[in-house]
């Protein structure tokens, strides 16, 4: 597979960026504003994942447009996770060198019988813990397995440390939102500008990402 990625870069005005990602079975562009009021406008061609990307926006305040095109004749496979992936590199290029990020955010979201624990942490360092016990193989035509691996391009191209666990529920609809929602809040808490360090990078090491 060939991936051709064009990054338009970070907003020097602000926290803000587009990439767009053309392989042979998606086409893809993204434009995110980090510090922005939840606005979005999304079409993948997949109805459910526009719906969780819309709680994404709203529920962090990232504005975020994405157009989607993709093999959906095949399988949704492609366009779920490349939207992960690219929906994930601008929000790190939006985030630059991190500095005075909050760098940690945690949510609980409760829906209805279902609730969802998220940890997440801004570390430039890649990595999943997915523990949702679904119950169906889809919701309505999308497999639920496509879940986990939006989740694992996203945390993968935007630098993010990141746990997903539901405790408990029974509603496979309920869980997935719960998770959406989950990481929107925490997202919101960890990009968030901390007032009393804001120009710096939130580490020890003076930058974030490496083994430590």
């Known amino acids: 597979m060939s991936i051709h ?11 803000s960026a587009t990439v767009t990602r053309q392989t042979r079975e998606t086409d893809i562009s993204v434009t995110v504003n980090l510090d922005g009021t939840g606005a979005y406008d999304v079409e993948t061609g997949i109805g459910f994942l526009d719906h969780m990307l819309e709680q994404l926006s709203r529920h962090s305040l990232i504005d975020l447009r ?5 093999d959906l004749h095949i399988d949704f496979h492609h366009t779920t996770e490349d939207s992960g992936y690219a929906i994930g590199q601008a929000i790190s290029e ?5 500095r005075g990020i909050r760098r940690y955010g945690a949510a609980m979201i409760p829906m209805d019988e279902t609730l969802t624990r998220v940890a997440l942490d801004a570390s430039n360092r890649p990595y999943l813990v997915w523990r ?9 035509d999308m497999d639920t397995e496509l879940f986990q691996e939006w989740f694992k391009a996203f945390v993968q191209s935007a630098g993010l440390t990141l746990h997903v666990e ?13 998770c959406y929602k989950g990481l929107a809040r925490s997202l919101r808490q960890a990009i968030e ?15 974030l990402g490496g083994s430590m």
């Open 94 to 98: 939006a985030l630059g060198e991190r």
């Open 193 to 207: 500008i901390d007032p009393r360090r804001a120009d710096a990078v939130p580490s020890t090491k003076g930058v």
């Open 66 to 70: 994405v157009r989607a095109v993709g």
């Open 5 to 15: 990625e064009v990054s338009e870069g970070r907003d020097q005005d602000g926290r």
């Open 166 to 178: 539901t405790l408990y529920g029974e509603n496979n609809h309920h869980m997935v939102e719960s």
């Open 132 to 140: 949702v016990p679904f119950t169906r193989p889809k919701l309505g």
